[in-house]
Each structure stands twice: as C-alpha cells, then as structure tokens.
C-alpha cells in the first residue's frame, strides 16, 4: 500500500515549526511527510524527495529567510511545481516569499498568526485520499520504471541548479505568469564530431563535423564518447540527453530509458560491469536485461577518466566488451579530452564540446542576471532591460573593460558584426574598412580583449567557470581576475550563504571566517589533498603507465576529515555530493582547487619537488596533478614565476598550462630563462633520449609567444620580419641539394636532377597561419588562378602549435600558399616534384630511410602496430625533434610527422601542370601510419582537395635564394 501525504518543504533551521505543523495536520487525519536526510543532495535523499512528492497531494513550503537562501527548498519546490501538485507557501517570518511563488497565495504563520493560519492551512487542504495498491506483478517493471525515471527527473533538476541555478526556475516556471519574459537559461556550446575509422578507411578520415545541438549529433552518431576539458559541460551534456529522454519515457511506457550511470562510483575491484549497473540502477536494475533485449535502453556513462586508476584498463575493456556485445545499444560515455588514450580509448567516434563563442558568452550571462533580476523587478520589460544592462556590463568586462566596448562600437558602426569583431587575426582594411574608422588606442583595445591568451574570455569560454564567474558578478559585483581567485571567490560565495563567514565591518573587502568556517576550509583541503595523493606504490598508474586521482571516499573516511555538522555543513554549500556510501567534492575542479591551496603551503616551504609528482622516468605523463598546478599559477597572480620555476625542468609541458590558463601574469624575463632552458632539449637526445619528452618539450615551446613571435625561433620553424613588406613572414632555412646522380624508387634506378633547394622542415602551423591571417594572402583569389577547386576558409588545425607542421591541408591550398609566398619573399617558391622530395631525403645513395635502416624512435610514426618499436606520439609533433632522423642534407622530418605534397600528378609523375582535380603525390609517411610508408621511395596519392590531419607541405626553389 502507498499512503498519501502532505509533503513539507522546509529549512533545518525551521524544524521547530515543521515539527509543530506535522502535529497538527496529523490530528487532523492527514499523514506528513518530513525530510529527515541527514544530508541533503545526496542518493538517499534524491530517492526520499521524488518518493514523497510523488505520494503527495499537498505540499507546504515554508518560506522564511533560511528557507529562501537555501538550494534545497527551491529544488523541492521546483519539483513539485513540475509534478503539478498543489502548493501552499507558508510564511514563518517577515521575509517575503521568493518572486518565484509570485503566482501562489501565502498563508501566514507566523508567531502571532500561527493558530488563524494553520486553521486557514486545513480549510484549504483536499481531503486524504485513499491508499493506492501496490502494481501486480505485470506491471511491475513499468513500476520499477517510473519510479527510477521520477529519481532521475529530481537529479537532473538538482544538477541543473547546482551548476546553473535559475535554469532550473526558469525552465519549470516557463508556463507560468510569474515567468513572463523569463529567458532560457542554458548554456549552447558547439559540439564536433570526428568519425572513428581503422584499417585502409583511416586514411579517408572525414573532417570533423560541428553541431550545435547534442541531441542532434546524438541522434546521427548513436554510439559515442564525448569529450571536452574539466568544466566544460560534459556531465551537463549527458543530464540533457537522459531528460529530454526521460520526459518521453514518462509519458510512453514503449519509449526508451535512459540509464545515467557515474562510472566513478564504480570502486570495488572484483565487480564486474553488469552487476555495477545493476547495483546502480535500484529497482530498475533487475529489469536491465529486459530493457536491452527489447531495445528501450539508452546507456550514458559519465567520468571514464574517473575510475579508479589502478582497474582503469580493466574496467575500460569491460565497457568495451560490453558495447560490443550490445551492438544495438545507443550509448555516450564522457571522459575527459587530455585522458582519452591508451587503455581508455574505446574505440568509438567522438564529439568534442567546444569552448564557449563570445556571442553564446553574451547569451549566456544576460540570461542569467536577466532571471536574476526577477527578484527586484515585477515588471518584465524592467526585468528585461536591467538584465540585458549587467550582462553586458559583466560580459564587457570579461572581454577587457570599457576600452575593449567602445572598440565594438566603432567596428559596429563601420559595418562589422559581432562575430567578425571576435574571429579577425587582423584589423580589415575591406568588406567593410575598420582600420580608417578607429584609432590606435582602440586597436590596442581589440588586439588586447580578442587575441591575449590570459583574457578572462578564455575562462568564460568554459561552462563551469563561466557559472561561477557570474555567480560571483550577482553576489559581489567584481570579476575575479583569473581562475584561481575565482575559485576563492566563489567558495568565499558559497561560505557567505551559510553564514560559515561574513564581511569585516572595519574592512570591506575582507571575509573573515567563523571558526567552524576556518574548520571547513582546512578539512576540505585535507581531503582533497588525500584524494589527489591516492596513489599508493603505484596503484595509480594504469596499464599505459598514466596516473590519476581519486574522486571519491567512503564516509567512514570523510569521517576522519569531516565531522557530521561539517559534512553536512559542505553539503549544504554544494562543495561536497554526499551519497549513501561515498562522499566526493561536487565538481573535480573543486577537488583540484584545495589541492592547489595544499600545493601553496608546500611550495612556500619547499618540501615538494615537482619530480615526486611528475616521475624523472616518463615525466611527460598526465598523473592527475596537472589542473592543481594551473590553479596553484593562478594563486600567484601578480607573477607565477615561482610556479613556472618549480616546474621549469620536471615537467615543461604543465608549466606552459600554467603560463596559458592560470590567467597569472608572468615577466617576459621568465619566458626568456624558459626558452633557454627548453629550446637545447628539443635536440639533446643524450639528456631526453625518448621522443615523447621531446615532444612535450616542443610542444610547450610551441603554444607560447614573446613579443608577437612563438617562443620556439629556431630558424626555418618560426617567422621572421620582412623589412620590404614591413610584415612577419614565414622564416624559412633552406638546404641546398647538389647537381647530380641519386637512386629513385623502389628499382633504384638512377636520375640526375639539377641543383635546387629545400625547406629544411616542412611549413608549421605559425608559417602558414600568416597566410590565412594576411587580408591578401588566402582570401584573395589571385593565389587561386587556374586550380580546380577554390576553399572558402581554411580547415581547423588538428594541433595548432606554432611549431608543428601545419596538417588538414589540402594540395590547392598548398599551390596557393607558395604563390602568396613567392610574392611575400620576391622569388619563386613551389611544392617539390616526388624526385626532387626523394633526393632530399635519401641523398645520392638509395638508402631505405632518410638516416639508413630503420630504427625505433628515429621518427614520428606508428611503430606499435607493427610491433617495429614502442613509440607512437599519435599527433603531429615540432620540427625538427628527432635529429638522428635528418636526411644526408640535413633536411628533417622526411619520414613521419606528416605527408607531404608534391607538384606531379600520381599517375604521370613527369605533368606538373596545376590544372584538373586528379589525384597528386604525397610522400613521407606520417604520424599515423606504420614504418613502410615511411620509407623513401613509398609513394601514395590523395585527392588535391583532401585535407586530413595528416597532410602538410614542405617548400622547394630552383630560383636562387637571395
């Protein structure tokens, strides 16, 4: 039998009254229903809330000010309101009912209308009705069906205000007056997709595909793995799948489940990944058979990357093989970006959630303050109009202050949208004239709020950051000046809320901390610092060697950290998710963020090298401390220098993080000691003998700039001034090729070739990028004359640091790219023919490889699927890094990295005209194939308009070089 009741919603601080009230509406024959979790936001309390509510046919909702200023109340509110029950606010003190109870009249019981009011409560109240029937066996699945679907609809509301409170308001209040010009609150990133394909179809890789709606990427891709960076939305993505899925679920029993499934709680180690569903799932889980037989399930796993390390490849393989198995199934499995490799890779196409665009930024907040505005404006086109002011406000001054708007408002008035004003690397001089309608200081305004890499857009371009930037804007009225102080901000938010600390009096921008909030703050650094060091003699290290936190404890654990007043006291600020078994911080950024508080205090005193946290052996692995150490830059905001030092040597790669992401400011001095210290290494391979150091090493040298110019400036990699065009070009070292007799092809058959020159590396990412950026390089059509096919816009660089080979190059864009060049440089510059490319890399000699016989690590190739050697970067790396590989000339990267084009067609190597859309030469082999195509005389062809990531371009010249 389910007994009906009266549902009361309420504050612990309030439990008095309610106490007071269940006494009274029980004498008069009706059954309460009392929350009485320990801690709220949890599994058992999920369960209790949509169990309750459901049973109800009456809730009371106990306003007061504890009651309005807690996350909880409104969660139960919202809920019901969605259910469609009957709702009754109830006043406890002189606050006034929050503005989303607008349309509901209040019955007062307060002290001195207490008795007035409850009996006002019970005439209002319906009669019980009478108890349901438990369902028959028959209907017992359906059963078993709604009551999980009515447990996730009170997850997916709580997670949606969790993360973006008011979404949720807005979205069940949609239908009602008092959301009269309520704007969505949701945030729209852009999601791409890029297809999985093995054997001879990778070598036709599609391009990646945008969307902007996940449901429709979903509904085209039906198996997949999304990923994005910490914060970026990915467990957000899979909540608005299983609730656009569980809406259609409740209302047609044929329709199908989403089963949404943490794979973080996924702990024990002999648990198989059935039963873990199952156990996952409740009721439900003994229907889960059912469910698959017939088709009616849609499985969401979240966290692949927060397994326990230790299991993580055997778990891995369990999803796998369980997909596999269920080939019909339709399933998405989140995982962090940096994360998806090796053991966890399963296999599958991915989506990627892009960063947020200016243009969704804008959207984004203005919404937000827009329904943040409710409670202060009755009136919607007040409501409206003040909202639209502190969106803006707010977005402009993420974009960079006043200076950065007025320099919109001049682009807007020369004719510029929105979207050009954000995307152009130059100011136009055309279609429509910027340059004439601004002066210098608002060029320097653009130049710095668009393209300074420590921008606070850079932040706001991830959803969670983005949240909490502007849930700081509304409680205090600044934005915080990068990602560390915003974390300090926001938690100090969150701590002002549960009055854990206040403002001083005597000095306004200082909190000061109540003792129990000083006891919260140092337990919570205490257990993030636990979670992030589990990793025990190794247990962290998984089949692939990659280490990793952990994200969860039991309680009996927490316990040692947090005492039950604490735990709930961390529950109740959203800072902890505490479930029936388990206690986690709600956001691993969270975790991360009192991990770099510990960090601080260690730094300072010295007692950590990074090397204990970053292995001397494989230092360039990812070990789960990576996020801590960006956030622990950004503690030191006025210079990060001590941060960068720290890791200078163990681990260059995270130091460059700190340098892009911290948004801490740095000397150019330190970035001169880096370029000293890293730039040696790219080529010592006594010191750093494993290409995959080196490659870190290039890597953080190729995602930083000094002075304009990549930190990287090796001659022939970077870019160099043209004091005749007054304008950077790219920097090329050219290597001359004698007159003479070589071996061609596989026949070695000898070819005498005139003198000529080759680039030493091939084009990188910032060489061609002057190309695109320049407003008469790839936009002008003189470049494009007689070639079959003319690209609108470039395809986006699979790995865009300055210094790797620029790839996803088509062989047009190539013939364009020299043309522009030849022009830039005053002498003729082209594509080589095959020939010429193969007596660059195999001297005169015939030898097999451009340094001899093969041997492992001599290149950027796949050496593991043919099981030749244990190396295999699977990326592009910088140029020039493997110098045991150079050419008898002393031309790099000639096998491996990426393939290059030639000038002659594939089935008539001697015609070189430009003309016709036949298939062209590329020689080289690549980071993505095996040792044989990286071979000399291997020759293969592409389509001139293909543009994998996989395909480059290297420059040749017969003229002499000036």
């Known amino acids: 039998m389910r007994n009906p009741v009266v549902f009361i919603s309420y504050s612990r601080s309030d439990r008095d009254l309610a106490d007071r009230l269940v006494a009274a509406l029980e004498r008069a024959g009706h059954a309460c229903w009392l929350d009485s979790s320990d801690i709220p936001g949890g599994e058992v309390w999920l369960a209790a809330i949509a169990d309750g509510i459901e049973r109800a046919y009456a809730v009371l909702s106990v306003v007061s000010a504890a009651a309005n200023a807690s996350d909880w109340v409104r969660l139960e509110y919202l809920h019901a309101s969605k259910r469609g029950k009957p709702i009754v606010p109830l006043l406890a003190d002189d606050c006034e009912p929050p503005w989303y109870m607008a349309d509901r009249q209040p019955i007062s019981i307060r002290d001195a209308d207490y008795a007035d ?30 009551a999980y679907l009515r447990r ?11 993360y973006t409170p008011m979404a949720g308001v807005a979205r069940v209040l949609a239908r009602g007056e ?34 902007e709606d996940i449901a429709q990427a979903f509904g085209q891709v039906r198996r997949v793995v999304l990923l994005g960076e910490p914060g970026a939305g990915k467990t957000t993505t899979l909540w608005k799948l299983a609730r656009d899925a569980l809406e259609a679920a409740l209302a047609d029993e044929a329709a199908p489940i989403p089963l949404l499934v943490s794979l973080g709680k996924w702990t024990e180690t002999d648990e198989k990944l059935r039963p873990f569903l199952e156990r996952q799932l409740g009721e439900l889980g003994a229907h889960l058979a059912a469910l698959l037989d017939s088709g009616r399930a849609i499985l969401l796993l979240d966290g692949l990357n927060e397994m326990p390390t230790a299991e993580r490849a055997a778990k891995a393989a369990q999803v796998k093989a369980f997909l596999l198995a269920q080939r019909k199934l339709a399933a998405m499995v989140s995982c962090r970006e940096l994360d998806y490799t090796g053991a966890l890779s399963l296999a599958l196409d991915t989506v990627s959630i892009r960063p947020l665009d200016p243009a969704r930024i804008l959207d984004f907040v203005t919404g937000y303050l827009t329904a943040a505005c409710a409670a202060s404006a009755d009136d919607p086109a007040a409501r409206q109009a003040a909202g639209q002011v502190r969106g803006e406000d707010l977005f402009w001054r993420l974009a960079g202050g006043q200076d950065v708007r007025q320099a919109w408002e001049a682009w807007q008035a020369a004719g510029a949208s929105f979207s050009l004003f954000w995307s152009a690397s130059e100011i136009p001089r055309a279609n429509p004239d910027i340059y004439s309608r601004t002066n210098e200081a608002m060029d320097r305004a653009w130049q710095q709020g668009v393209h300074d890499p420590r921008s606070l857009m850079r932040l706001a371009g991830n959803p969670y950051l983005l949240y909490m930037l502007t849930r700081v804007y509304l409680d205090s009225g600044e934005v915080p000046e990068n990602r560390a102080v915003l974390f300090d901000r926001f938690v100090e938010v969150l701590l002002l809320r549960e009055r854990l600390a206040e403002v001083s009096e005597a000095e306004v921008d200082t909190l000061r901390l109540s003792v129990e909030g000083e006891l919260l703050l140092e337990a919570l650094e205490g257990l993030a610092w636990t979670l992030q060091s589990r990793r025990g003699t190794g247990a962290a290290e998984d089949a692939d060697g990659h280490g990793d936190s952990a994200t969860a404890v039991d309680r009996a654990e927490a316990s040692t950290f947090l005492d039950s007043q604490l735990l709930h006291r961390a529950a109740a600020a959203s800072l902890l998710a505490v479930g029936e078994r388990e206690v986690r911080f709600t956001h691993q950024l969270l975790q991360e963020y009192f991990t770099a508080r510990g960090l601080r205090s260690r730094l300072a005193s010295a007692s950590l090298p990074a090397s204990e946290l970053w292995s001397a052996a494989r230092w360039w692995e990812r070990t789960g401390w990576e996020e801590s150490a960006v956030l622990l830059a950004g503690l030191y905001a006025a210079d990060c220098t001590p941060v960068v030092e720290w890791l200078l040597q163990a681990q260059p790669e995270v130091a460059a993080q700190c340098i892009l992401r911290s948004g801490a400011q740095l000397p150019d001095a330190t970035l001169l000691r880096l370029r000293q210290a890293w730039r040696p290494r790219l080529t010592n391979i006594a010191d750093d003998p ?31 001034f043209n004091g005749r ?7 090329i070292d050219w290597v001359e090729v004698p007159a003479g007799a070589f071996r061609y092809g596989d026949e070695q058959k000898r070819i005498k070739l005139p003198a000529f020159h080759i680039a030493r590396y091939p084009v990188t990412n910032c060489q061609f990028r002057c190309f695109i950026d320049d407003p008469q390089g790839y936009a002008d059509d003189r470049w494009w004359e007689g070639l079959a096919e003319r690209t609108e816009r470039p395809a986006e660089s699979a790995w865009d640091h300055a210094n790797h080979p620029r790839e996803s190059v088509s062989w047009f864009e190539a013939m364009a790219f020299c043309r522009w060049l030849s022009q830039m440089l005053g002498h003729e510059v082209r594509l080589p023919t095959e020939q010429e490319w193969e007596k660059a890399a195999r001297g005169d000699d015939g030898r097999e490889f451009p340094w001899g016989e093969f041997e492992s690590g001599h290149a950027n190739i796949d050496e593991t699927s043919g099981f030749e050697g244990s190396h295999y970067l699977a990326q592009t790396s910088a140029a020039g890094i493997y110098p045991q590989g150079a050419s008898p000339w002393g031309c790099h990267d000639m096998a491996g990295n990426v393939w290059e084009w030639c000038l002659n067609k594939y089935d008539e190597p001697g015609d070189t005209d430009p003309g016709g859309d036949v298939r062209r030469v590329v020689r080289g082999g690549s980071w993505f194939r095996l040792r044989g195509l990286a071979r000399c005389a291997s020759r293969v062809h592409y389509g001139p308009g293909s543009r994998n990531d996989f395909l480059g371009l290297r420059l040749a010249c017969v003229a002499p070089i000036p």
């Open 117 to 146: 009011g409850v009996q006002r409560l019970l005439r209002s109240l319906p009669a019980a009705p009478a108890a349901t029937q438990a369902p028959a066996p028959a209907g017992a699945q359906r059963a078993a069906e709604l």
């Open 152 to 162: 996730l609809e009170v997850g997916e509301l709580v997670h949606t205000e969790l």
């Open 178 to 211: 008092a959301a009269a010009s309520l704007p969505a609150i949701v945030m729209r990133p852009e999601f791409r997709h890029l297809r999985q394909l093995s054997g001879a179809a990778a070598e036709t890789r599609s391009e990646s595909r945008p969307y």
């Open 690 to 720: 494993e290409p995959e150091a080196r490659a870190a090493i290039g890597r953080a040298l190729g995602s930083l700039t000094l002075d304009g110019r990549p930190l990287d400036d090796r001659p022939g990699v970077g870019l160099r």
């Open 725 to 731: 065009r007054r304008c950077l070009v790219p920097d």
